[in-house]
């Protein structure tokens, strides 16, 4: 038993894991957090997304309510356990958290078990748990509801009051990110009034039409996120606390991995001033650079298209963007990856018809909810695509993980498919998922990967490895729901809508039956969501790992918070 400890009440809830937000389609997950795509750049010019005080994310979108459950397994869910986004030159994200007085330099990846409770020796020495938790590319999201119970010594905390440490036989600062969220008019998101008047739960970004959290403190509806790999050991209740930070302000986190009761620890604080809560540390650099200049200045949220060369750079990958819907480029530099350009498209159409694309839907009306970065993660959120003005997609982009959320909001249609189309710089990957013996090559020679639709895929070579964990959700039952695959560069009779004319590796989803009104301006809406996870890996994973990445995605951390000391 750990020892009892004044005014600590305890409170059980769950990490929301990166890719699903903390709430449904009418209030979806995430936090308030305004940043700024700098308005008074000169036209032509890089508008960048600006820093968010004590980091930043993107809008998500469907996702699970509850705290403590992963996402609701739907009647169209692909068969698997429950499933659960910085123009500034970032620090190294391989570099330490900064040590705010004598710490000790073990990893936060330790791997030794749990020795003993939080407790002073009979010689003084504070002596606490030691840290077990392997979760090295998810994070930890709380929703400020989550910790209604701390009372951060009496203070009504602002986003960057609050900062956070880990302890190794001394404290270290690590990088804490404050996303704001409030209720958002997507009247006010396209600065057209009366033409969208609906409304939800979504990021904020005073950098967008969206605008800021009305309330600028740190409050329910908004995110704190953090990465699991950054916990520590435990702290016992004698142990000085930090420089810096307001006296009885303390909460102690306890992370447990339930697939291997792994544990680490995180205390979080509110700072008296002088305290950076990104503890000098900057895991992602998100760039966006319309090419128009400025964004409410030139961005034409009634038509398209809308050119961007936007990056996201991290440790382990580099994506582009050409326009809101189009992304066209994407190179693995996890370990000794190769690094070329594995993409040639992440695609969206009608099945078997190139009427609609991710081309159509950015030389239409659309506009960004949110377009921001943090210490930990940047947010991507757009809508607009064709006469489905309210369809929403999401990206949250960790330094080793992504996060796309896709929320379908347009009348009837008669299904739709959303696959990855890689280029010829991907040939000889192996494309594999857990339907797969030994999997397929990709080398544009027509191949048959086993039937069915997967909860995994693979691809991987001396390019890097990428798993795809995919998963939809939805309120009425999904006609036609299966799996589309094509590796062959002569596709005569498959037209290439987009991008080049070959399909190298084309896998996804495709849903050939019909899918039902998901706009909620329109009378018996439905709700619709597309989830995928995206790991970005060094050559070399294999099925096993790929599994893992899977079970990670499905299985969030739990965290179990307390009044410390």
Not at 39 to 66: I, K, L, R, V
Not at 287 to 295: M, Q, R, V
Not at 487 to 500: K, L, M, R, W
């Amino acid at each position: 038993m750990r020892p009892s400890r004044p005014y600590s009440p305890r409170w059980l809830l769950s990490a929301c894991v990166a890719m699903t937000a903390c709430s449904g389609d009418d209030g979806a997950s995430g936090s308030d957090s305004a940043s700024t795509t700098s308005d008074d750049a000169t036209a032509g010019s890089a508008s960048s997304a600006t820093d968010t005080t004590a980091g930043a994310t993107a809008g998500a979108t469907s996702s699970p309510t509850s705290a403590t459950s992963s996402p609701t397994s739907s009647p169209t869910s692909s068969p698997t356990s429950s499933p659960t986004d910085a123009t500034s030159s970032p620090t190294d994200a391989t570099s330490s958290p900064t040590t705010t007085d004598a710490a000790t330099d073990a990893t936060t990846d330790a791997t030794t078990t749990l020795t003993t409770d939080g407790a002073t020796s009979d010689t003084g020495e504070c002596v606490g748990a030691t840290a077990s938790l392997t979760r090295p590319a998810d994070p930890i999201v709380l929703r400020g509801a989550d910790l209604s119970d701390a009372d951060w010594g009496g203070l009504a905390p602002q986003p960057g009051d609050i900062v956070a440490f880990r302890y190794e036989g001394g404290w270290q600062q690590i990088p804490v990110q404050i996303d704001e969220r409030d209720t958002v008019s997507f009247s006010d998101v396209y600065n057209v009034q009366n033409n969208f008047d609906w409304a939800r739960e979504d990021y904020t970004d005073a950098g967008t039409f969206t605008g800021p959290d009305a309330d600028p403190t740190f409050d329910d509806n908004d995110e704190l996120v953090l990465m699991a790999r950054d916990a520590g050991d435990e702290a016992c209740a004698a142990a000085p606390a930090p420089d810096g930070v307001t006296p009885g302000s303390g909460v102690e986190l306890r992370v447990t991995d339930p697939l291997d009761q792994g544990e680490g620890f995180v205390y979080l604080f509110v700072q008296e001033g002088g305290l950076d809560p990104a503890a000098g540390a900057a895991y992602v650099t998100y760039s966006f650079n319309l090419l128009s200049g400025a964004y409410k200045a030139t961005y034409d949220t009634l038509d398209g298209p809308n050119p961007e060369n936007t990056t996201i750079e991290t440790d382990a990958y580099t994506r582009r963007f050409a326009d809101r819907w189009i992304t066209d480029a994407l190179h693995i530099t996890a370990g000794d990856a190769s690094g070329v350009d594995i993409l040639d498209r992440h695609k969206a159409q009608f099945p078997g018809t190139c009427v609609r694309s991710e081309d159509t839907f950015s030389n239409a009306e659309g506009a960004f909810v949110v377009n921001r970065v943090g210490p930990i993660r940047a947010l991507r959120s757009y809508v607009g695509a064709n006469s489905g003005p309210l369809t929403q997609r999401t990206h949250l982009f960790y330094d080793r993980r992504e996060d796309v959320i896709t929320d379908l909001r347009v009348h009837g249609i008669p299904g739709i498919m959303d696959f990855y189309d890689y280029g010829p710089m991907a040939a000889g990957m192996t494309y594999t998922s857990e339907l797969e013996g030994g999997g397929e090559t990709i080398d544009g020679a027509p191949d048959t990967p086993a039937a069915g639709l997967p909860t995994w895929e693979l691809v991987s070579g001396d390019q890097g490895s990428l798993t795809h964990v995919s998963w939809v959700e939805a309120s009425f039952n999904v006609a036609g729901l299966g799996h589309w695959y094509l590796d062959d560069t002569t596709p005569n009779g498959v037209a290439q809508c987009t991008g080049d004319t070959w399909a190298y590796g084309q896998h996804g989803l495709l849903i050939s039956g019909n899918i039902p009104n998901t706009d909620p301006l329109m009378q018996a809406a439905q709700t619709f969501a597309g989830h995928r996870v995206l790991y970005y890996d060094a050559p070399g994973l294999d099925d096993a790992g790929a599994s893992q990445r899977h079970d990670w995605v499905h299985t969030p951390p739990t965290v179990e918070a307390v009044a410390w000391p």
